[in-house]
């Protein structure tokens, strides 16, 4: 539908353009272009489908190669998450007396390591369910062996990204949870070191001399010192 009317425009494009020229000879290559252009593609698609095939091949995590572009894209992201996990070990979460929140590779540390986390475990679970799905197969009844063979092939990537969502909001979470625990510690210790005790009762004028007898009476007080 297409070459012959355009082998057609061309031919008469070039009998326009050159009059003189042999008729002939202009239309056995016009109709040689035509045919060239027609049968590319039927034989394109042949050469596609040499083999016949019941259905295209499984995307296998295990077997499957990663693009270029996600490799690099992986890669990429490993390399800063190493960086930041450097940073972060080298120069500590404060510097010169000072935070490091406008640094946001250190910031960033807790998201990347578990991004890599993720992306580890998406190419490596396979494995361990296809050696399980290979002594299922002995059992009786196929659920089982079908669902480890499922559960050990690769999946789409949109049902992936929930799965690396996941593990980053958890590592996030895990990394939180660790800071502010640790803070509370050290917030503890230091006002133990500071106070000597768990309280201590200062007045700018002197105490009653009861006091002391009065507070050790209180019930879950262990000892006072005056």
């Not at 042949?46 to 499984?58: E, S």
């Not at 120069?91 to 010169?96: F, I, N, S, Y």
């Not at 992306?119 to 369910?129: E, G, S």
């Amino acid at each position: 539908m297409v070459a012959v009317p355009a082998a057609a425009l061309g031919l008469a494009a070039a009998g326009l353009a050159f009059s003189g020229g042999r008729l002939p000879y202009a239309a056995s290559a016009a109709g040689a272009v035509a045919l060239l252009a027609s049968v590319a593609l039927p034989l394109r698609a042949v050469a596609a489908h040499r083999a016949v095939r019941v259905h295209a091949a499984r995307d296998d995590i295990a077997s499957a190669r990663p693009s270029r572009p996600r490799t690099v894209a992986e890669l990429t992201l490993l390399t800063l998450a190493v960086g930041a996990v450097v940073a972060l070990r080298t120069r500590g979460t404060a510097e010169d007396g000072q935070g490091t929140s406008g640094d946001e590779l250190v910031s960033l540390a807790p998201v990347l390591v578990g991004m890599i986390a993720a992306l580890l475990l998406v190419r490596l679970y396979p494995l361990p369910l296809r050696g399980l799905a290979r002594p299922a197969r002995r059992l009786r009844g196929v659920v089982g062996p079908l669902s480890l063979a499922r559960a050990g092939r690769g999946t789409s990537g949109s049902a992936v990204l929930p799965l690396l969502a996941l593990l980053t909001a958890l590592t996030t979470a895990a990394f939180g949870g660790s800071v502010l625990t640790g803070v509370a510690d050290a917030r503890d210790r230091a006002a133990l070191l500071t106070v000597g005790a768990d309280a201590r009762l200062e007045a700018a004028s002197a105490l009653p001399s009861g006091l002391a007898d009065a507070v050790g009476r209180v019930s879950g007080v262990a000892d006072v010192t005056p």
